[in-house]
Nanobody, 116 residues
Framework: QVKLVESGGGLVQPGGSLRLSCGVY????????MGWYRQAPGKQRELVAT????????NYAESVTGRFTISRDNAKNTVYLQMNSPKAEDTAVYYC?????????WGLGAQVTVSS
């Protein structure tokens, strides 16, 4: 059973920073592209960042470009999301998963609240 475990959420002020972690258990992590998603209250879940499996190429939603950084550590089976200069609109539950087709069971997510 593959499990996704997000951690690192919490309260952060605008202009602060926060780093989320996603541990992947029970799968061959290194072969998978990974993505970070978020879901704000009353909104659909949206993809905010992806990172490829081979050369760690990254892509970002326009809303977070220049502020968020996705990275991965294959030795630790972990993907990270560094959040700099967060805005109130970044408040959401953040999830990791395989982007596109082939998504697996969602984890519980990490709540990120940006004060305003």
């Amino acid at each position: 059973q593959v499990k996704l475990v997000e951690s690192g959420g919490g309260l952060v002020q605008p202009g602060g920073s926060l780093r989320l972690s996603c541990g992947v258990y029970g799968s061959i992590f290194s072969i998978h592209p990974m993505g970070w998603y978020r879901q704000a209250p009353g909104k659909q879940r949206e993809l905010v960042a992806t990172i490829s499996s081979g050369d760690s190429r990254t892509n970002y939603a326009e809303s977070v470009t220049g502020r968020f950084t996705i990275s991965r550590d294959n030795a630790k089976n972990t993907v990270y999301l560094q959040m700099n200069s967060p805005k109130a609109e970044d408040t959401a539950v953040y999830y990791c998963n395989i982007p596109g087709n082939g998504q697996i069971t969602w984890g519980l997510g990490a709540q990120v609240t940006v004060s305003s």
